[in-house]
């Protein structure tokens, strides 16, 4: 009997397996039973001749096991039934034998060994009836091919489809890593700004800095200048004591003139008085620059460690988007 939906009764159809056919491999179902292990013992002889079947074999079963496996589906043809439980069953066998690696050229092929198999048994047992259930037989095996390589396809549309759910995977994982890439350049060209302003800060400052030494170096100047004065002072004043002290000698009505020398010393001494006053203001003001240059260069250095730390952080970012460029290199490795 044939129960299939009828998109399978077509496939069904086309190769004219009918219910005519169900009936005569039924009605050998005795002779297929005669027959079973002859059958078996053959094919896996002939299976034994093909080493890339024997390795596959050896990996993952063992011939007793397959035996009884072959055992079954022999005596599955005379069974005078097609459903969807059969066609359902054909599949998934085709799907454990691609993932085992069987070649589909192996397995369609050990179709034509089963058909000879079975032609010389069935000739030897029933000569007058064995091309009648040979041509139904046939007809089974075609089906059973078509139905192998409907495994085979759906097998490969697995693949395919993990193949593209790996593109997918990849293809995010691109996109995640562009991204945070692209995060991270961005935090680099913040870190990259801030280090251009605190150079710019720091300029600035050794420009102040270098501006307050010129203004320094004019007030040391003018030190240097007002000592001179000084010292021309303290000349003349030595000078006029000197004239002082001949004036004494002599004493008198010379001392008059004592007296005016000795106004002359105190005018002196009131010109020193108002340079050394000058002096001090100078002093005061170098302290005050002083004060500023020591200011400027604080700030100097507090914005060199800030270079320093930015310029550390710089480096982290450098390290972290060489490794996420190590990362999407593999990535790609692996797609």
Known sequence: MIDVSPQRRKQVDYIKLTENDMEILKGFRPIFAKVVEEVVVRFYQQIATVPELMEIINRTTTIERLKDTQRDYWMSLADGRIDEAYIQKRIAIGLVHSRVGLNV???????????????????QVVPDGWITVIHSLSKMFNL??????????LKEREKLKDLADEKEHVLQAVTDV?????????????????IAASAQVTADSQETAHELMDELHGEVQQIENMGEL????????????????????????????????????????AHSREALEQIQDKVAGIMQRLNKVREETEKTTLHAREQASSSQELASFVNMIEKLTEDLAEIQ???
Do not use: W
Request: a negative charge; glycine letters at 10%; proline letters at 0%.
């Open 144 to 153: 059973d091919s078509q139905l192998v390589l409907e495994a085979y396809e």
């Open 230 to 269: 000084i010292k021309g002072i303290a000349d003349q004043t030595h000078l006029l004591g000197l004239n002082a002290a001949i004036e004494a000698a002599h004493a008198g009505d010379m001392g008059r003139g004592f007296a005016v020398v000795a106004g002359e010393v105190r005018k002196l001494a």
């Open 333 to 335: 490795k692996k797609s």
């Open 178 to 194: 562009v991204q945070q890439l692209t995060g991270m350049m961005e935090e680099l060209n913040e870190s990259a700004g801030q």
């Open 105 to 123: 050229e192996f397995y369609l092929g050990s179709y034509m060994t089963y058909l000879d198999i079975a032609t010389d048994l069935l000739r």
